[in-house]
């Protein structure tokens, strides 16, 4: 009869973990025009505000954790990027208090 042994390593030694660090640059270059589109292709109603060049920083969304690149948009009539005035008008009031 024959006699076998087994050894458990309960260590685990071979699982160390190490933290991985890394880093990567993407450029995006180009342009998208949309001004010989008409109204039936974009399929909107305000084909105007669509019908124009746009570049990489209309399309590029990007911050420290990654970035998006946008497939979809729609566009607000009238609508901006800047300070919103209530917001501005709500942190007045705040600093009076």
């Given at each position: 009869?024959?006699?076998?042994?087994?050894?458990?390593?309960?260590?685990?030694?071979?699982?160390?973990?190490?933290?991985?660090?890394?880093?990567?640059?993407?450029?995006?270059?180009?342009?998208?025009?949309?001004?010989n589109r008409t109204q039936e292709e974009l399929a909107i109603t305000n084909?105007?505000?669509?019908?124009?060049?746009?570049?990489?920083?209309?399309?590029?969304?990007s911050n420290e954790a990654g970035f998006i690149v946008m497939t979809n948009?729609?566009?607000?009539?009238?609508?901006?990027?800047?300070?919103?005035?209530?917001?501005?008008?709500?942190?007045?009031?705040?600093?009076?208090?």
């Open positions: 009869m024959s006699s076998r042994s087994y050894q458990l390593d309960l260590r685990k030694t071979y699982q160390k973990r190490c933290p991985v660090l890394s880093t990567f640059t993407t450029k995006v270059k180009g342009i998208l025009s949309t001004r084909p105007e505000q669509y019908q124009r060049v746009w570049d990489t920083q209309d399309l590029i969304l948009i729609v566009i607000t009539a009238n609508q901006m990027r800047g300070i919103c005035i209530s917001v501005c008008q709500i942190w007045t009031e705040r600093k009076r208090e």
